[in-house]
């Protein structure tokens, strides 16, 4: 099971799954503690990349692939704001016919993800974005979702685009897609896709939004400062009014000012 966790994380960087595991001295780490936690039948664990991204990661894993099912699909949170649906499945050992990743990103980013297990053994997740995922302490299938809506496939399978979809979103949302083989931000070629609450998309290309380190990929906004200041110039019809900090965002319906010239497209 623990073999499955780290694969499906070392995925996501494109990392060894001998690093996987952090050895960073307290002071480095942020907050950001490796943990394990979860039920008798579904896992938890938190993992600190302080040797590559920097980033904080939770992953929710099933222990076992249910019966009958041709494969898995588990969830990884990332402190830059990330969601992955992973897909792995069962026979072949090639990546590109076994795996594939569905990768979204919520805003704005709060803080780091955390993980507590309730009485009733279900799981809540609470992300980067300040939303409250739920999932099944038996299944490891999420079950609700705070700030907005989810669907997902009951079929785990490489032909449905990860079999997982947030089609809506109290805040801003990046839809990066779906890739089997490798996570689609790697792919210089590909876009994302902003929406806003109110439905507004603006795609942007990958280069725009993610950069190497290495064998990781990065995105270039670490904070949604910077994230604003790229949103309000690139996609200025979208509403970014959530990536301003609470004291100094304007009332719903107030104007918010961005040049005239770009449009979301």
């Known amino acids: 099971m623990f073999r499955a966790l780290l694969f499906s994380i070392s995925f996501c960087f494109g990392l060894h799954v001998g690093i996987a595991s952090s050895a960073a001295p307290p002071d480095e780490q942020v907050g950001c503690k490796d943990n394990v936690g979860g039920t008798d039948k579904v896992t938890v664990q938190i993992l600190y990349f302080w040797n590559t991204t920097k980033e904080c990661s939770l992953e929710v894993h099933a222990d076992d692939t249910p019966p009958g099912a041709k494969g898995d699909r588990n969830f990884a949170f990332q402190s830059d704001g990330q969601i992955m649906a992973f897909t792995s499945m069962n026979g072949s050992k090639k990546n590109s016919k076994s795996t594939g990743a569905r990768v979204f990103y919520l805003f704005p980013r709060k803080g780091l993800p955390t993980f507590e297990v309730f009485a009733d053994e279900s799981i809540a997740v609470r992300t980067p974005s300040g939303d409250l995922w739920r999932f099944s302490g038996t ?15 009951s079929e785990v ?41 109110a439905g507004l998309t603006c795609s942007v290309g990958n280069p725009e939004l993610f950069k190497r380190n290495g064998e990781s990929i990065v995105f270039r906004y670490p904070d949604d400062k910077s994230l604003l200041e790229f949103i309000t110039k690139r996609c200025s019809k979208l509403d970014a009014r959530s990536l301003i900090p609470a004291a100094s965002a304007p009332a719903a319906g107030d104007a918010v000012e961005k040049p005239a010239a770009n449009k979301a497209e």
């Open 139 to 153: 299944t490891g299938r999420p079950l609700s979702f705070s700030g907005g809506e989810f669907k997902e496939a």
């Open 157 to 197: 399978s490489l032909d449905n685009q990860g079999g997982f979809e947030i089609p809506k979103y109290k805040g801003l949302l990046m839809d990066c897609g779906w890739r089997s083989g490798e996570a689609p931000i790697g792919d210089s070629k590909r876009s994302c896709v902003f929406r806003d609450p």
